[in-house]
């Protein structure tokens, strides 16, 4: 009948197959109702797990952490370091669009070294006299007189690298055509003629390099990049110049300080140059790109099956005119890692060529552990560049000609070291402010097996420290 089949067609099947048969004894149906009560018992324990987890994880999760510290300490280095550890497809991912960056800082260095260069007497010459290559005690330039390095007005540049620097102009046209595809803009406080390159905080310019992948040169062996070409065919002129012990002598080239970037791959010039050349997690890490304004970096760190803490990492600016923008982060942050070039105790701020850079070190962190904000933040403190500091005490500089207050102690990296860590110390003990908790380590960020152990140990301290407020572990 047209009636019975509609109503069969309106009720719900899966109701109907729920529904307790007709037949159903008293017992039968308690023993059903029991179980039902059971079931719903269960499925609500469940669903309330899930909800308290979902909250939690919601609320617990998110570990925000500001990198501070002056300009060339180390910050970005830090970030790049947390990347490779626990982000490495992405970090991977992008290896190639940092290619740029290291040409650039390769095309940088060489261009520093011919305009030092055009600055001396260029009267030729026919006599090429090599000296003995500089001792490793000259092998760092300093704000002094340089007892190995050859004063500008006595030098003669022979034929041969009068010849060179002619063969290296192609350079400029390369410098230029970088800048353009990474979109790097001028530094406006820095200046001057051959300033280091910023680029705007985010990721644009690593779109950009996408966008414009270069102009292509064709050959019968395929195309190559018309940068990546260049580059290829000044390598063995730029690997002749920068083994020129009689240049690299020269107390102007001496002053550029390029031995002491780690990022400017002048001893990787033949691979860095070769056409074809990728990039090593290594050479991304050791890359240089000054950071204007604020890159917010995020990533996952698995505490324990189950237990995700997700991480924002703020990276600054650290020159002088940048730090304004530091302070308007404070009040909303978990941790505050202070990065502090130790190896640059003998250097001056380029922004401010008064100022010694760990003089300014000390006074960042003056400002830091004596904000009202301070005592929601645990404190992280990064002695960076333990590598320099050796380095350059091995190589005869002394560490109290700059810090005269360290007197008459032993000369030695581990005694400066811990000399640094006592004044941060002392700094933080006379502060009002309580802070949740300080640690210190010592690095040299751009080593990155020993960067990734320190950074597995701190973001264990930091996420046990996190998850303790939330009740989740004891
Ligand atoms: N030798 C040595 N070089 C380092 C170390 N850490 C970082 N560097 C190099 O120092 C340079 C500056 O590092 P960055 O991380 O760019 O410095 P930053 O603090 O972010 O600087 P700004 O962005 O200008 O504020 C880079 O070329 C790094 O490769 C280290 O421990 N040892
Ligand atoms: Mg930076």
């Given amino acids: 009948m047209p009636t019975r089949t509609r109503a069969r067609n309106d009720s719900d099947p899966f109701e109907e197959a729920l529904r307790p048969p007709s037949d159903e004894t008293p017992e039968q149906e308690l023993i059903r109702k029991r179980k039902e009560t059971e079931a719903r018992r269960v499925n609500d324990a469940i669903q309330e797990e899930i909800d308290r987890t979902a909250a939690s994880e919601k609320k617990l999760t998110t570990i925000k952490l500001l990198v501070l510290g002056q300009s060339e300490s180390g910050k970005s280095t830090l970030v790049k370091n947390f990347r490779l550890k626990y982000s490495s497809r992405e970090f991977r991912q992008e290896n190639i669009t940092w290619r740029s960056v290291i040409q650039l800082n390769v095309v940088h260095s060489i261009l520093q070294i011919l305009d030092a260069l055009s600055t001396l007497t260029d009267r030729p010459s026919t006599s090429y006299s090599p000296i003995s290559p500089p001792s490793p005690s000259s092998s760092f330039s300093t704000t002094d007189t340089l007892p190995h390095s050859r004063s500008n007005s006595n030098v003669q540049l022979t034929n041969e690298q009068r010849a060179l620097k002619l063969r290296l102009s192609p350079l400029i046209q390369v410098d230029r055509l970088l800048r353009d595809r990474i979109g790097t803009e001028e530094d406006q406080e820095l200046g001057g003629k051959f300033s280091e390159f910023v680029v705007r905080a985010g990721s644009a310019w690593k779109s950009a390099i996408h966008r414009q992948p270069g102009r292509q040169i064709g050959d019968e062996n395929g195309s190559v990049d018309q940068i990546s070409h260049l580059m290829s065919m000044c390598k063995n002129d730029m690997i002749q110049l920068w083994n020129d012990q009689v240049i690299r002598g020269l107390r102007v080239v001496r002053k550029l300080r390029l031995e002491e970037r780690s990022g400017f791959f002048l001893d990787s010039l033949d691979r860095v140059c070769s056409v074809g050349y990728v990039p090593t997690d290594d050479d991304v890490i050791k890359a240089r790109l000054r950071t204007l304004g604020v890159n917010e970096t995020r990533f996952n760190v698995v505490y324990a099956p189950g237990l995700t803490t997700q991480w924002r990492v703020y990276d600054v600016g650290g020159i002088k005119s940048q730090r304004v923008y530091w302070a308007s982060f404070f009040d909303d942050v978990d941790c505050i890692a202070f990065i502090v070039?130790?190896?640059?105790?003998?250097?001056?701020?380029?922004?401010?060529?008064?100022?010694?850079?760990?003089?300014?070190?000390f006074d960042i962190w003056h400002k830091i552990v004596n904000a009202k904000l301070l005592a929601k933040v645990h404190l992280l403190v990064f002695l960076n560049k333990?590598?320099?500091?050796?380095?350059?005490?091995?190589?005869?500089?002394r560490f109290n000609k700059y810090i005269t207050s360290y007197e008459g102690r032993s000369n030695d990296a581990t005694s400066c070291t811990a000399y640094i860590k006592t004044k941060l110390h002392n700094?933080?003990?006379?502060s009002k402010h309580e802070v949740?908790?300080?640690?210190?380590?010592?690095?040299?960020?751009?080593n990155t097996t020993s960067s990734g152990h320190i950074l597995a140990a701190v973001t264990e301290l930091l996420v046990t420290k996190a998850l303790s407020h939330t009740q989740l572990i004891n």
Avoid: M, W
Wanted: charged share 25%; glycine share 4%; net charge negative.
């Fill in 341 to 361: 070039s130790i190896g640059a105790f003998n250097q001056y701020l380029e922004e401010d060529p008064e100022v010694n850079r760990l003089a300014d070190s």
């Fill in 386 to 397: 333990y590598d320099l500091l050796e380095r350059k005490l091995a190589s005869g500089i």
């Fill in 427 to 430: 700094q933080l003990s006379e």
């Fill in 436 to 446: 949740q908790s300080f640690i210190c380590h010592v690095t040299s960020l751009t």
